[in-house]
């Protein structure tokens, strides 16, 4: 009867602990499950991240494929412009993609034209002095301009190939005097340098001279320049990321992409485009007038130095 008592105690003991070990088990498995969502809570709010272009617009005014009240293309001065994110005005065409960390211009073709050209534009224009467009700078005084960009989306064509836009410029200016010299009626001098995208590719623009013993006030009319044969620079940038950089010193341009190849341009034309104060263009100067197409600009970095 001891024997059978003692191995019923045994049995039991035995069942008590089996639960315990058990109930133990579950805990800890309950306890490693819930450490697993936390952390992948901690990795979903950590992709979350907001980012931001690292661009300071102080001194740059805007131009948007908008109308304002007079019946021209939308223009957004400093320190206006610095409330890009919550300016109604601005906010369809000039936006940040927190997820990538880039400011996006968006362009279309609308009425919002500027003087001289038949295309729209969302693109930045340089103010050395906020709000002011009559200080400018020359190729004398030297300027530098980098950015990091990319295209984000464009539409195609009727024969199946993508649109090309304007990313950069810099835009010749009349002083008063030059411009009252010449009877002519506003500031607008020639484009020095244009920057496409175009069709994958990075395409450069400038203007020479028709005349080369053309001086002093014949070097002011617009008719005085041509359009040079362009050029292509071989990296094919697609749709990635890639960096531009303009140096201008007297007498000599640079265009470097991507750090490693280069386009200069020096000699009797950039001489003579001494004559010129001159301002930086960046964006997305759209260059379609079909009808549903558009671009978007996604720069990342923008930096501007004299």
Request: net charge positive; glycine share 6%.
């Amino acid at each position: 009867m001891k024997n059978i008592r003692k191995e019923l105690l045994v049995l039991l003991l035995s069942i008590i602990l089996s639960g315990n070990v058990a109930c133990h088990a579950q805990k800890s498995n309950v306890s490693d499950s819930d450490i697993k969502v936390e952390n992948k809570k901690k990795k979903k709010k950590k992709k979350k991240k907001i980012k931001l272009p690292n661009i300071d617009l102080s001194h740059w005014s805007v131009t948007t494929p908008e109308l304002n009240k007079k019946g021209r293309a939308m223009n957004i001065e400093p320190p206006e412009i610095l409330n890009y994110a919550t300016d109604e005005r601005l906010i369809p065409y000039m936006y940040n993609d927190s997820t990538s960390g880039a400011l996006v211009f968006y362009s279309f073709p609308s009425n919002a034209t500027t003087a001289n050209t038949k295309y729209t534009r969302s693109e930045l224009r340089e103010q050395m002095v906020p709000g002011d467009n009559n200080t400018n700078w020359t190729f004398a005084d030297g300027a530098n301009m980098k950015g990091k960009l990319a295209m984000g989306e464009t539409t195609k064509d009727s024969e199946g190939k993508y649109h090309r836009t304007i990313i950069m410029q810099i835009h010749g200016r009349l002083t008063n005097e030059q411009r009252d010299l010449i009877g002519q009626k506003d500031n607008n001098a020639p484009p020095i340098l244009k920057i496409y995208w175009d069709k994958g590719k990075i395409r450069v623009k400038t203007k020479v001279l028709k005349d080369l013993s053309a001086t002093g006030e014949a070097l002011l009319h617009e008719d005085a320049w041509d359009d040079d044969d362009g050029f292509n620079f071989e990296q094919e940038v697609g749709f990635r990321k890639f960096t531009l950089e303009v140096k201008v010193s007297e007498g000599k341009m640079v265009i470097v992409l991507n750090n490693n190849e280069y386009k200069v341009y020096e000699g009797i034309h950039m001489r003579k485009w001494g004559v010129f104060e001159n301002y930086f263009k960046a964006g997305n100067y759209f260059q379609s007038r079909d009808e549903g197409s558009y671009s978007k600009i996604k720069y990342y970095e923008l930096e501007v130095t004299h």
